[in-house]
């Protein structure tokens, strides 16, 4: 895990295998910053939909016991969106997925995706 202290508080930029075993773990909590359309058609599992041009950061599920990883397609929407939440004071620390979905899926991680036959979701591993 890379991170960065903005001023705000700290950024950490976690890879797809840290995000992995920490989910598989049950340490952290995903917030998914794409839109619906995206997420409908594929995410990852048990990730909450915050589409980045809706969030307003006092309103999100933070500051829990568990620490929140933002992700979207490439990281660029995750980032920004972590640097917003951090600016509104709501925590003192963030992470975001490295690469965003992508990358996740170039490491063959598990996510939900859409069976394109039947529309039915499925589990892509």
């Keep these: 895990m890379r991170t960065e202290e903005t001023g705000h508080g700290t950024l950490?930029?976690?890879?797809?295998?840290?995000?992995?075993?920490?989910?598989?773990?049950?340490?952290?909590?995903?917030?998914?910053?794409?839109?619906?359309?995206e997420f409908i058609q594929e995410h990852i599992e048990g990730a909450l939909l915050a589409p980045?041009?809706?969030?307003?950061?006092?309103?999100?599920?933070?500051?829990?016991?568990?620490?929140?990883?933002?992700?979207?397609?490439?990281s660029k929407r995750s980032e920004a969106v972590g640097r917003q939440i951090l600016e509104a004071g709501v925590v003192d620390r963030i992470a975001h997925l490295e690469g965003g979905f992508g990358a996740w899926k170039a490491a063959r991680k598990p996510y939900r995706g859409t069976d394109m036959t039947t529309g039915a979701p499925v589990l892509v591993r």
Aim: aromatic letters at 6%.
């Design 12 to 37: 950490e930029t976690w890879t797809p295998d840290e995000v992995a075993r920490a989910l598989a773990a049950d340490e952290i909590a995903m917030i998914d910053v794409r839109s619906p359309a």
């Design 52 to 74: 980045m041009a809706y969030i307003v950061p006092e309103r999100l599920p933070l500051g829990g016991e568990k620490p929140v990883v933002l992700y979207c397609g490439g």
